[in-house]
């Protein structure tokens, strides 16, 4: 129930944020506010799980310093249970015309023990406007993790989108409590359709993930049960507040 309440109580933000906010960009015209959910889908998986996935953002804050929160999760809709669920909150300052730095706290509530983070990260355009978010993570515990997300958006005409992305987790050392181990412990690789059906504000898509844990993360997985790999389908949309 703790879980399924911080599960909706994120994506509740997404509103709330920019709701709340709209009073202050009223008085404070240097004051920019936004919400968006880069993803929220049904994945159908190839042993027939269906599970229901977010991730999103919303910020708050002026060109020079931003509040930011971002969360993503997915829940499995047959065992009405969570594979995964993450929280962030962060502070975000520019460090070139591209780039941003951020810092701040995560949160983590899958299916074993939660975990907090302190967060140091890196987000913005590269050459050939490749997005990129790439974070630095420290455990409660002391142990030292990273991610790299890297997205690109093809045009492919004035409303179709080609997205593909890839999310690579790197563990520098292990945490069994939660099933992690050293090195390249899982990616996540996705292409999506799009078609910007309201501007960006509303556009749905269709496309697919394929998901596979590396190393002694899969043996753990193994050990537990659960699957090491495997393809999806995706049927989702955009949103933008």
């Given at each position: 129930?703790?879980?399924?309440?911080?599960?909706?109580?994120?994506?509740?933000?997404?509103?709330?944020?920019?709701?709340?906010?709209?009073?202050?960009?009223?008085?404070?015209a240097?004051t920019?506010y936004?919400?968006?959910l880069?993803?929220?889908?049904?994945?159908?998986?190839?042993?027939?799980?269906?599970?229901l996935?977010?991730?999103?953002d919303?910020?708050?804050?002026?060109?020079e310093?931003?509040?930011?929160?971002?969360?993503?999760?997915?829940?499995?809709?047959?065992?009405?249970?969570?594979?995964?669920?993450?929280n962030?909150?962060?502070?975000q300052?520019?460090?070139?015309?591209?780039?941003?730095?951020?810092?701040g706290?995560?949160?983590?509530a899958?299916?074993?023990?939660?975990?907090?983070?302190g967060?140091?990260?890196?987000?913005?355009?590269?050459?050939?406007?490749?997005?990129?978010?790439?974070?630095?993570?420290?455990?409660?515990?002391?142990?030292?993790?990273?991610?790299?997300?890297?997205?690109?958006?093809?045009?492919?005409?004035?409303?179709?989108?080609?997205?593909?992305s890839?999310?690579?987790?790197?563990?520098?050392?292990?945490?069994?409590?939660?099933?992690?181990?050293?090195?390249i412990s899982d990616?996540?690789?996705?292409m999506?359709?799009?078609?910007?059906?309201?501007?960006?504000?509303?556009?749905?898509?269709?496309?697919?993930?394929?998901e596979?844990?590396?190393?002694?993360?899969?043996?753990?997985?193994?050990?537990?049960?659960?699957?090491?790999?495997g393809?999806?389908?995706?049927?989702?949309?955009?949103?933008?507040?």
């Amino acid at each position: 129930m703790k879980k399924r309440f911080i599960a909706f109580a994120s994506i509740a933000v997404l509103a709330s944020l920019s709701l709340a906010n709209q009073a202050w960009a009223q008085e404070k015209a240097a004051t920019l506010y936004g919400a968006q959910l880069e993803e929220f889908e049904y994945r159908s998986g190839d042993e027939d799980e269906d599970l229901l996935a977010w991730n999103g953002d919303a910020f708050v804050g002026t060109d020079e310093l931003k509040l930011r929160w971002l969360g993503e999760g997915e829940y499995d809709l047959d065992k009405a249970d969570f594979e995964t669920l993450e929280n962030r909150l962060v502070l975000q300052i520019p460090v070139s015309s591209f780039f941003d730095v951020k810092g701040g706290v995560r949160l983590d509530a899958p299916k074993g023990a939660d975990r907090w983070y302190g967060v140091l990260g890196l987000t913005g355009l590269a050459p050939q406007w490749f997005e990129i978010d790439a974070d630095l993570f420290i455990s409660e515990t002391g142990d030292a993790s990273a991610r790299l997300d890297v997205e690109y958006e093809l045009l492919l005409t004035n409303y179709w989108i080609l997205t593909p992305s890839v999310d690579i987790n790197v563990a520098f050392s292990d945490d069994r409590e939660i099933g992690i181990g050293s090195g390249i412990s899982d990616i996540e690789a996705g292409m999506r359709l799009s078609y910007d059906l309201v501007d960006r504000s509303f556009s749905p898509y269709l496309g697919f993930v394929y998901e596979r844990k590396f190393g002694q993360t899969k043996d753990f997985a193994k050990a537990e049960g659960e699957d090491i790999e495997g393809w999806r389908l995706v049927i989702g949309t955009k949103l933008m507040f």
